[in-house]
């Protein structure tokens, strides 16, 4: 045999697309203990770094070279014995076999995935007597028949007897997830292209002579070749011989199906950072677990049982007692108390550990523990759901559990459903009742081994305050790029306490969902069982649902290769089948899915990438009867009323026959409203709660909650709102005197003022956000706005006003700089003159609209009263002269004279707006008396001088005789008279007459009454 000194020189000869690969690796410092590796030849051998060469295994799994049959010796010289036979020890120094014995006559006992009995060591890893670790980094070596004995990727290794270890290192790393190994050992058989599968030729392989990939021997073979965790048995994969170049920058073209097993370092060093995006702190709150146990949750029964939330096997033939006991796990042979893996031990430890025997826990069979409320130590006092007896993992069937599942299209059949998954690392918060575990998604391929598809953390945790029902979060991160959809499905295959063929299932109706309900439990406590599962009501949940009654024993998934179907599913063909029935039952109608129960909720397929985090949710509830709680809705926000604010709206409950209504206000003790009979069950019921304005704090935002709870405790939905303080939207209007306009004549102008008032306090700290504030405008009866102004209380300006003339809209809102804290009222005023031809007896309204948020981004909006101002039909002064001035240097005749004034400082007028079709249309008179004589200043002499011409006739003003002024008879269209304009020399008008000697050097002053009269003309 010619010995390898100097360098390996190991060609991959690869046909794809007519491509040749040559990868060339050095030998390094043989003494060198960890292997650098830049990149790694691909390949889905996880095994590239072996510790002895072995012939290739053939399809069954049993080594074909007589080396191995013949159990060739260890280092120590000493011929290695089965864990069967020589029963090695675990890593707490107890007999693998110990757990077994000790289990009572219902558990299984220990046999590989395959359900054969364990092969031994030597027949798996022949050794040579003193070599250490060959780590060779290649998938795939150039096959020679010479005594090099260098064999090819997966299950070969090459063998030295002489030599010491040769380390290789990675100089490149391929994307080629492909097995060069045949039935033979030959590399390029043409005897394995018939397992050619459509995936193989998505990776670029067309030529005749490919190389058959590890997806092609599991999509195109009926025996062992499926990628799952029950396949061929592999070799070791974490052992100190056997170590393998951790290269971390895993890629989806490096590993299409996801990173081998043995390229994952410790678990304490997995980043699981990816699916904590939505609360990246949330494991601050929580305490990591050393052993599985469940977390005790609150119910709503008053059984006596308590509730555990919980991953993996519970055998229910355990005593309450028994979870007590930390070591109980040994006997029951199931895995409360189990050791959860340390942090610095490897994910292929762990899986080699479980082939040995040494059990992981499985994340995917998450569930609702019951401990019974009976004798602590009597036999079967745990409840769980799996068959059997809780044992979930056992491996004769494959019906229990999530599983994820991957295909080409939304209607493909699944081209990979995952195996197991066993947690790494677990962690409770018993306060708020939650458990969350992380886990890998494992699967094991017959040719390449193990492979992580991805991890996932599933989360249980109470939903709200509803006691007893839990929310399971299912969050999956991707790590195979092979097929775009991927579909959740959750099976189970039904064993309520040890009833299992008796398991009754029925219908929550309208595809809400499914329970069962048990009334006397086998061996139970005297009281009833009821197990809800929701299909409705939250986020991500199922789509679909299907019963079975016969051969519950199947993953959900019908699984296809290039060949066609090879696994068939009596639940789902492809990832989007319809459940069955396709229309739901009547609630409460129990669906025939005896005598064998099983069923599974699948989800809505989705588009993930390589790398990409989806999720699913489950809600399941527990009680002890299948009540369900009662629904309550509100109708709006609630409103203000003159004693409080008034909430309204709707309860509705399947089987009560009362509930009560409660509310509360913050933070405060719930307050009793009063009991509701249910006279119709299932049936929208009217409710009405008015709180007390006294039983808050006004100004202030509240929340309120309102919720309703049934006879047996059970609680509804909360339904919260905010109780903001009342929004106050006034609008007046003013007439040209300051006061509330209720009437107005043509051409005068009325005052509009807005007013917004929050009803913050002032120690409120929110702000405006935006204010938008809108009026329609009467442009029928009033001229265009004037004088727009938006303001605080303090007369700041704080905004704009405008008037959209194409919309007739008066639109306000605050400056975008206004920092205005929300107490403060803002007000927007305007002026509105009405038109000369304004319609008398109609009306002006105004009302006004507010909507904006705070600060906070909380909306409100709000509506003013409505002011209403008529446009009267009124005979009124519209003018009278305060000042009648005839002027400062009359001269003293001797002679009677006539003056009239000089001077008037407004005009003495009259505005008739009554219709022309009134009888008494435009039909007045004007006359006038002495109010006070004409007194001098200084001499207090007196003038009865004054004296009023119309039509020719001179009438003297006393204090007891009116004189006519001015009478208006005709029908003209005229509204405003101007009588002082009427005045002229020497014809009508106001005059003073200064007889002859009675003058007297002074300054005279007086004061005359106008008197408008509505009188019908003289006929």
């Known amino acids: 045999m010619r010995k390898i000194v100097i360098s390996i020189l190991v060609f991959v000869l690869v046909f794809s697309e007519l491509n040749v690969f040559i990868a060339e690796t050095i030998v390094s410092d043989p003494t060198e203990p960890e292997i650098e590796c830049e990149e790694q030849l691909e390949s889905d051998d996880e095994e590239n770094i072996t510790t002895e060469c072995k012939e290739p295994e053939t399809e069954n799994s049993e080594d074909s070279t007589t080396e191995g049959k013949e159990k060739p010796e260890t280092e120590n010289g000493e011929d290695p014995t089965t864990e069967g036979k020589e029963q090695p020890e675990s890593e707490n120094g107890e007999d693998l076999t110990t757990e077994g014995e000790k289990e009572p006559e219902t558990e299984p006992e220990t046999e590989t995935e395959n359900g054969e009995a364990p092969t031994t060591e030597g027949e798996e890893q022949p050794e040579s007597e003193n070599e250490e670790n060959l780590a060779n980094a290649c998938e795939s070596q150039s096959e020679s028949e010479s005594e090099e004995n260098l064999t090819t990727v997966g299950e070969e290794r090459l063998e030295s007897k002489d030599e010491e270890n040769i380390a290789i290192d990675c100089e490149e790393e391929f994307y080629l997830e492909e097995e060069l190994v045949t039935e033979e050992g030959q590399l390029g058989s043409n005897s394995e292209e018939e397992l050619v599968t459509e995936e193989e030729e998505q990776l670029g392989s067309n030529s005749e002579e490919e190389p058959v990939t590890e997806e092609e021997e599991q999509l195109g073979s009926n025996s062992e070749e499926e990628p799952a965790i029950e396949g061929e048995e592999p070799k070791d994969l974490d052992s100190e011989e056997n170590s393998a170049p951790k290269c971390k920058n895993f890629s989806p073209k490096s590993y299409p199906l996801g990173p081998p097993v043995s390229r994952v370092g410790p678990i304490g060093e997995i980043d699981f950072s990816k699916l904590d995006e939505d609360d990246p702190n949330e494991l601050e709150r929580f305490t990591q677990m050393e052993t599985n146990k469940g977390v005790e949750f609150p119910v709503r029964d008053k059984s006596g049982r308590a509730e555990y939330l919980y991953f993996g096997d519970l055998n229910n033939t355990r005593s309450v007692n028994s979870l007590e006991d930390e070591e109980s796990y040994i006997a029951y042979g199931d895995d409360w108390s189990r050791p959860l893996p340390t942090m610095d031990t490897t994910l292929a430890s762990v899986v080699d550990r ?54 080409n299209s939304e209607d493909d059949n699944a081209r990979f459903q995952s195996g197991h998954m066993p947690i790494l690392k677990l962690f409770k918060n018993e306060e708020t009742h939650e458990l969350i575990a992380y886990a890998a998604v494992i699967v094991y391929y017959p040719l390449s081994g193990y492979k992580v598809d991805g991890y996932v953390k599933i989360k249980m945790q109470p939903v709200g305050d509803i006691k007893g029902r839990i929310n399971i979060s299912m969050k999956y991160w991707k790590l195979n790029s092979t097929w775009p959809i991927t579909n959740f499905a959750y099976s189970v295959h039904m064993d309520i306490g040890g009833k299992h063929e008796e398991s009754r299932l029925f219908s929550l109706g309208n595809d809400e969902g499914f329970y069962f309900y048990e009334k006397r439990l086998k061996d139970g406590d005297g009281t009833s069982y009821a197990l809800t599962f929701f299909r409705d009501g939250f986020a991500n949940p199922p789509a679909e649902f299907k019963g079975v009654g016969d051969n519950p024993n199947y993953k959900p998934f019908s699984q296809a290769g290039k060949d066609g179907i090879y696994y068939n599913s009596p639940y789902y063909n492809r990832l989007n089948s319809p459940g069955y029935p396709e229309n739901d039952i009547d609630a409460n109608t129990m669906y025939k899915f005896e005598p064998h129960p099983g069923w599974s909720l699948r989800w809505e397929p989705k588009a993930q990438g390589y790398g ?90 509240h929340e309120i909650s309102v919720y309703v709870m049934d006879e047996v ?31 107005v004549a043509p051409e005068e102008t009325l005052s509009y003022s807005i007013l917004v008032d929050t009803g913050y ?3 409120d700290t929110g702000k405006y956000d935006q204010v938008n504030i809108t009026q329609t405008y009467d442009t029928r009866h009033l001229k265009s706005p004037a004088d727009l102004k938006v303001i605080d209380e303090d007369g700041k300006d704080v905004g704009k006003a405008t008037y959209n003339e194409s919309s007739n809209v008066i639109e306000a809102s605050l400056n975008t700089d206004a920092d205005l804290l929300r107490s403060k009222k803002i007000y927007v005023t305007y002026n509105a003159t009405v038109k000369e031809d304004a319609v008398t007896e109609e009306e002006i309204v105004g009302q006004a609209t507010v909507s904006g948020t705070y600060s906070n981004k909380d909306e409100f909006k709000g509506t003013s009263n409505e002011v209403r101002t008529v446009i009267a039909a009124v005979l009124k002064f519209d003018s009278v002269p305060k000042v009648i001035d005839f002027g400062e240097n009359l001269v003293i005749s001797s002679r009677t004279k006539k003056y009239q004034p000089i001077k008037l ?41 004054l004296l009023y011409r119309y039509n020719g006739k001179d009438s003297f003003l006393t204090k007891d005789t009116s004189a006519e002024i001015y009478t208006k008879k005709t029908t003209d269209n005229r509204r405003t008279v101007d009588i002082s304009d009427t005045w002229s020399e020497d014809g009508d008008g106001l005059y003073l007459e200064v007889p002859a000697g009675k003058a007297r050097a002074d300054a005279f002053e007086g004061s005359i009454t106008w008197m408008l009269q509505d009188v019908p003309p003289n006929e």
């Open 612 to 701: 990409e985090v989806i999720e699913a949710n489950l809600e399941v509830a527990v009680t002890d009867r299948p009540d369900a709680a009662p629904v309550l809705q509100l109708d709006n926000d609630g409103e203000y009323t003159d004693n409080g604010y008034r909430i309204t709206g709707t309860w509705k409950d399947k089987d009560s026959d009362t509930v009560s209504l409660y509310y509360m206000i913050d933070s405060s003790e719930p307050k009793k409203v009063g009991d509701y009979k249910n006279e119709n069950l299932n049936t929208d019921a009217p409710w009405e709660l008015i709180i007390q304005s006294d039983e808050w704090e006004e100004g202030l935002d």
């Open 713 to 743: 405790d059970l609680e509804s939905n909360i339904e919260t709102i905010k109780l903001r303080p009342k929004l106050t939207v006034v609008e007046r209007v003013f007439d040209e005197g300051g006061k509330e306009a209720e009437e």
């Open 905 to 945: 400082d407004m005009p003495l007028a009259v505005k008739d707006t009554r219709t022309q079709f009134s009888e008494k249309s435009h039909s007045w008179t004007v006359v006038a008396k002495l109010n006070k004589p004409l007194i001098g200043k200084k001499t207090d002499a007196k003038l009865d001088s």
């Open 354 to 407: 479980h082939k040995d025997g040494i059990k992981y826990i499985q994340a995917e069979n998450f569930v609702i523990a019951t401990a019974l409320d009976k004798k602590p130590d009597s036999a079967n006092g745990i409840v769980t759901y799996y068959y059997n007896k809780g044992i979930a993992s056992d491996p004769s069937w494959e019906g229990n559990g999530l599983v994820i599942a991957h295909g």
């Open 761 to 763: 306090i002032t120690y």
